[in-house]
């Protein structure tokens, strides 16, 4: 079965400084896509970056980046400069060829302390 | 636009009885999903469609059913509400060209409902 995993069910970050989520998949394919999405306690879907496999460079969005091992599998998350709004799960997921389908990791509590 | 709108937002039942999940979009997407998010985990695959007229099941299929009459909408209905069912349940859709595929465009979802089965 086609798997992700976020190794790291909670985590805890000082306002201001950085913090990386883990995220590993297991995937036979070799064209496929990667994303991180947010969710905070209103329980909105919010993506936050994407990645194609096919491309080496990692994706940036403002503050937030990835670190892409396409041959180890793993796909990490770097939030930079972090806010208090960036408390929330965070989830990390694959597409599935046929129909575009998302396999979901189980999620990454991330507390943000002022 | 209103994107992805899913009704009820909360909803209690009662086991045996049977409910829909409403769901619609406006962005003209031509594919759309049912995921089921259980506490403290990820959301799982309950049904697709990558087109109108077109469904296929996906993780977790067992006691739902789904129908895809128009490009719309893409209702979720459970005939005999067991415990297990208690979840929360995202709608999401996104567009594709070509038939099938993948892509890097994201899937939009609804805001959820809450469902508790008792």
């Known amino acids: 079965a086609q798997t992700v995993t976020q190794s790291q069910p909670e985590m805890s970050v000082q306002e201001a400084e950085t913090v990386t989520l883990s995220c590993t998949y297991d995937t036979s394919e070799s064209d496929y896509y990667l994303f991180w999405y947010k969710q905070p306690p209103s329980r909105q879907m919010i993506l936050v970056i994407r990645?194609?496999?096919?491309?080496?460079q990692n994706a940036t969005e403002n503050r937030f980046s990835v670190n892409f091992q396409k041959a180890a599998k793993s796909f990490s998350l770097k939030i930079s400069d972090s806010q208090l709004g960036d408390a929330a799960m965070y989830f990390c997921a694959y597409t599935e060829e046929y129909g575009n389908k998302l396999v979901f990791g189980a999620g990454t509590i991330l507390r943000v302390k002022s | 636009n209103a994107g992805v709108t899913q009704t009820p937002k909360f909803r209690i039942l009662k086991i045996g009885q049977s409910m829909t999940l409403q769901c619609t979009q406006d962005?003209?997407?031509?594919?759309m999903y049912w995921y089921r998010q259980d506490p403290g985990m990820g959301l799982k695959l309950i049904y697709y469609s990558v087109g109108a007229g077109i469904t296929d099941k996906g993780e977790v299929p067992n006691g739902y059913n789904v129908s895809r009459s128009t490009t719309e909408d893409f209702p979720l209905r459970l005939e005999l509400a067991a415990p297990s069912q208690t979840s929360v349940y995202f709608c999401?859709?996104?567009?594709?060209?070509?038939?099938?595929?993948?892509?890097?465009?994201?899937?939009?979802f609804g805001d959820g409902t809450r469902l508790s089965i008792l």
């Open positions: 999401a859709s996104s567009y594709l060209t070509g038939y099938g595929g993948h892509s890097n465009q994201p899937q939009h």
């Open positions: 990645q194609e496999a096919y491309k080496q």
């Open positions: 962005m003209n997407h031509n594919y």
